[in-house]
């Protein structure tokens, strides 16, 4: 669905207060979701899947707007993965803060009427674990749970308007992309929903290595992941 704001819209210029941001591959972010959604982060920088996309609608198609992305902590907990019960647990308190980055659209600025014409993809976004990256990568820390956030930014043409900062952006969270950052895919949960193709009553053998379950949707979801698809018939 679409999402506003939230608390505190009020307030905001005219041009930011009616926009609204529907999330693409809501029901894949949910699938994710349910599973416990992980990011790999690594020194060199990877690409998020699900890709971040929205799909705009409520502004100036003749203004100017920047969009851009970060990232905040979901809390202050740092998180292990305990296999035996297929479940993270807190291990103690969060590693010092990874220096705060925000992450432009490529596109920015542009006008509404573009931003709304067709899906926003922030596809060239890439998450790191390297706290001394110079390539403008989203440097998290591993093991740490994170709620990606979303803006929409007014290009103000008033000379002034730096005293209006507050009024000219417009933010949105969507929960269900909410990301534990990890350096390898954890979860080895097994699901009949996503499938390893063992029916759930018949026993498994317990040599036979069972795939990552967040690996198996994302090789299964991911168009740029083919070539690890088993089975998969050719075009």
């Given at each position: 669905?679409?999402?506003?704001?939230?608390?505190?819209?009020?307030?905001?210029?005219?041009?930011?207060?009616?926009a609204?941001?529907?999330?693409?591959?809501?029901?894949?972010?949910?699938?994710f979701?349910?599973?416990?959604?992980?990011?790999?982060?690594?020194?060199a920088?990877?690409?998020?899947?699900?890709?971040?996309?929205?799909?705009?609608?409520?502004?100036?198609?003749?203004?100017?707007?920047?969009?851009?992305?970060?990232?905040?902590?979901?809390?202050?907990?740092?998180?292990?993965?305990?296999?035996?019960?297929?479940?993270?647990?807190?291990?103690?308190?969060?590693?010092?803060?990874?220096?705060?980055?925000?992450?432009?659209?490529?596109?920015?600025?542009?006008?509404?009427?573009?931003?709304?014409?067709?899906?926003?993809?922030?596809?060239?976004?890439?998450?790191?674990?390297?706290?001394?990256?110079?390539?403008?990568?989203?440097?998290?820390?591993?093991?740490?749970?994170?709620q990606?956030?979303?803006?929409?930014?007014?290009?103000?043409?008033?000379r002034?308007s730096?005293?209006?900062?507050?009024?000219?952006?417009k933010?949105?969270?969507?929960?269900?992309?909410?990301?534990?950052?990890?350096?390898?895919?954890?979860?080895?949960?097994?699901?009949?929903?996503?499938?390893?193709?063992?029916?759930?009553?018949?026993?498994?053998?317990?040599?036979?290595?069972?795939?990552?379950?967040?690996?198996?949707?994302?090789?299964?979801?991911?168009?740029?992941?083919?070539?690890?698809?088993?089975?998969?018939?050719?075009?």
């Amino acid at each position: 669905g679409w999402a506003g704001e939230g608390p505190g819209s009020s307030g905001k210029n005219r041009r930011v207060c009616h926009a609204a941001a529907r999330l693409e591959m809501g029901s894949l972010w949910e699938e994710f979701n349910r599973l416990g959604t992980e990011m790999i982060v690594t020194k060199a920088g990877r690409r998020m899947f699900p890709t971040f996309q929205v799909k705009l609608s409520g502004l100036d198609p003749l203004a100017d707007y920047v969009l851009l992305m970060d990232f905040v902590p979901l809390d202050d907990k740092r998180y292990r993965y305990a296999f035996h019960s297929s479940s993270w647990l807190a291990a103690g308190r969060a590693d010092p803060a990874a220096p705060g980055r925000v992450h432009f659209h490529p596109d920015s600025p542009a006008k509404g009427a573009q931003w709304m014409r067709q899906i926003v993809s922030f596809d060239k976004l890439k998450l790191t674990n390297n706290l001394l990256d110079d390539n403008g990568h989203i440097i998290l820390n591993s093991m740490h749970r994170y709620q990606p956030r979303f803006h929409v930014v007014l290009v103000d043409p008033r000379r002034d308007s730096e005293r209006f900062a507050h009024q000219n952006f417009k933010s949105f969270s969507f929960p269900e992309t909410q990301f534990m950052a990890v350096t390898a895919y954890q979860n080895h949960r097994v699901s009949p929903a996503v499938g390893w193709g063992y029916p759930p009553s018949l026993p498994r053998d317990p040599l036979t290595p069972l795939p990552p379950q967040i690996t198996q949707l994302k090789i299964a979801s991911n168009p740029f992941a083919k070539g690890f698809r088993d089975g998969e018939p050719e075009p």
